[in-house]
């Protein structure tokens, strides 16, 4: 199904003595929380099948904690996810947080491209109120799924006031990861998610518990407005570019001549840059590409004037970003200014 939207409470409520449970709507993408083995034979299984609808029903107990409500936002394989299709998923999620009716959103994803889509949710849904993004890394047919535990989980911590003001949460297994930070560090593995600095919390005994908060400015706090971005339905085309042992120039010349506004430079180390290839990004610099560098080895900071000396190339540096978040903000950036001092102030604070 490419692009469905439905809306229908799913999960019958139990209401406490206490009164009304929170309202969590459940935003379904696809992905292998939603895959099935049964769907294919050409592969080990196909992601993007099964209803968020169903997804929910096989979880009767989040009726103890939410009134739910889904709706199909589309029922990919989050490999398909581009830029356009978060531009609507972030859209799609701010006008439900908007709704006074709504308490917490929570959108079910692929995780191969999750950390991505958490990461824009977090620059720019204006909202206090829960944003929380999960996926699985077994589909839902599979022995031992993790979707239905990682859901329960997700619903725990959208349900719960102390996940308010936190940005987007991404839950994986018990663990609460902020959006900014947390990366998909295992192919396989079903605790495939990190974060540089661990997660902020964890959900124990059924309920979220916070040991820190984000370190960087989200949502409303953040340099980007959600509402400056209407019309838009894309932004800026900036590519990501991996720099190897021997790497031609006349690769970084290529990339520049399809029409990107800027460039991920991926390096080694601290984001090194050879000779040839800095030239190369010095042309590219020089024609109005804004270049961002940033390091290859999986976590760490690329450091202004480190490795590089910035300020003579005018790049910047991505901190401890990395590449594929790095060509999010950059790709926001762009949106609103091509003045490298600005956009490395948003490296460093968002
Ligand atoms: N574990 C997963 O969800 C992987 C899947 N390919 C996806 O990102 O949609």
């Given at each position: 199904?490419?692009?469905?939207?439905a809306?229908?409470?799913?999960?019958?409520p139990?209401?406490?003595?206490g009164?009304?449970?929170?309202?969590?709507?459940?935003?379904?993408?696809?992905g292998?929380?939603?895959?099935?083995?049964?769907?294919?034979?050409?592969?080990?299984?196909?992601?993007?099948?099964?209803?968020v609808?169903?997804?929910?029903?096989?979880?009767?107990?989040?009726?103890e904690?939410?009134?739910?409500t889904?709706?199909?936002?589309?029922?990919?394989?989050?490999?398909?996810?581009?830029?356009?299709?978060?531009?609507?998923?972030?859209?799609?999620?701010?006008?439900?947080?908007?709704?006074e009716?709504?308490?917490?959103?929570?959108?079910?994803?692929?995780?191969?491209?999750?950390?991505?889509?958490?990461y824009?949710?977090?620059?720019?849904?204006?909202?206090?109120?829960?944003?929380?993004v999960?996926?699985?890394?077994?589909?839902?047919?599979?022995?031992?799924?993790d979707?239905?535990?990682?859901?329960?989980?997700?619903?725990?911590?959208?349900?719960?006031?102390?996940?308010?003001?936190?940005?987007?949460?991404?839950?994986?297994?018990?663990?609460?990861?902020?959006?900014?930070?947390?990366?998909?560090?295992?192919?396989?593995?079903?605790?495939?998610?990190?974060?540089?600095?661990?997660?902020?919390?964890?959900?124990?005994?059924?309920?979220?518990?916070?040991?820190?908060?984000?370190?960087?400015?989200?949502?409303?706090?953040?340099?980007?407005?959600?509402?400056?971005?209407?019309?838009?339905?894309?932004?800026?085309?900036?590519?990501?570019?991996?720099t190897?042992?021997?790497?031609?120039?006349?690769?970084?010349?290529?990339?520049?001549?399809?029409?990107?506004?800027?460039?991920?430079?991926?390096?080694?180390?601290?984001?090194?840059?050879?000779?040839?290839?800095?030239?190369?990004?010095?042309?590219?610099?020089?024609?109005?590409?804004?270049?961002?560098?940033?390091?290859?080895?999986?976590?760490?900071?690329?450091?202004?004037?480190?490795?590089?000396?910035?300020?003579?190339?005018?790049?910047?540096?991505?901190?401890?970003?990395?590449?594929?978040?790095?060509?999010?903000?950059?790709?926001?950036?762009?949106?609103?200014?091509?003045?490298t001092?600005?956009i490395?102030?948003?490296?460093?604070?968002?």
């Amino acid at each position: 199904m490419a692009d469905a939207t439905a809306a229908a409470p799913v999960v019958e409520p139990v209401v406490g003595p206490g009164g009304s449970l929170p309202h969590v709507v459940v935003v379904g993408t696809g992905g292998t929380i939603a895959g099935s083995s049964a769907a294919t034979t050409a592969k080990h299984y196909e992601a993007g099948v099964v209803t968020v609808e169903d997804l929910l029903a096989a979880v009767p107990q989040v009726g103890e904690l939410a009134a739910v409500t889904c709706e199909q936002l589309c029922q990919i394989d989050s490999v398909e996810m581009d830029l356009p299709l978060q531009l609507r998923l972030v859209r799609r999620v701010a006008e439900l947080t908007d709704r006074e009716d709504v308490d917490a959103v929570l959108v079910t994803h692929g995780t191969d491209t999750l950390e991505e889509s958490a990461y824009l949710l977090h620059l720019l849904v204006p909202s206090d109120k829960p944003v929380v993004v999960v996926g699985a890394m077994r589909p839902a047919d599979a022995p031992g799924a993790d979707g239905p535990s990682n859901l329960l989980n997700a619903v725990r911590v959208a349900a719960h006031p102390s996940s308010r003001g936190l940005g987007t949460l991404v839950v994986a297994g018990e663990e609460i990861h902020s959006a900014r930070d947390v990366r998909k560090e295992h192919t396989s593995r079903v605790d495939a998610f990190g974060s540089l600095n661990g997660p902020l919390g964890e959900v124990a005994g059924g309920v979220p518990r916070y040991a820190h908060g984000p370190s960087r400015l989200h949502g409303r706090a953040s340099a980007f407005d959600l509402e400056a971005l209407a019309g838009l339905d894309d932004l800026p085309p900036v590519e990501v570019l991996v720099t190897r042992a021997g790497l031609p120039g006349s690769i970084v010349d290529a990339v520049v001549a399809t029409g990107a506004r800027g460039l991920v430079h991926v390096g080694p180390g601290a984001g090194n840059i050879p000779e040839g290839v800095a030239r190369a990004l010095d042309r590219a610099r020089a024609a109005g590409v804004v270049v961002v560098r940033s390091t290859r080895v999986a976590w760490g900071t690329v450091a202004r004037g480190g490795a590089v000396d910035d300020a003579g190339h005018d790049f910047v540096a991505a901190g401890d970003l990395g590449p594929y978040k790095a060509r999010v903000l950059l790709a926001l950036a762009l949106a609103v200014t091509d003045d490298t001092a600005r956009i490395q102030e948003a490296f460093d604070t968002h």
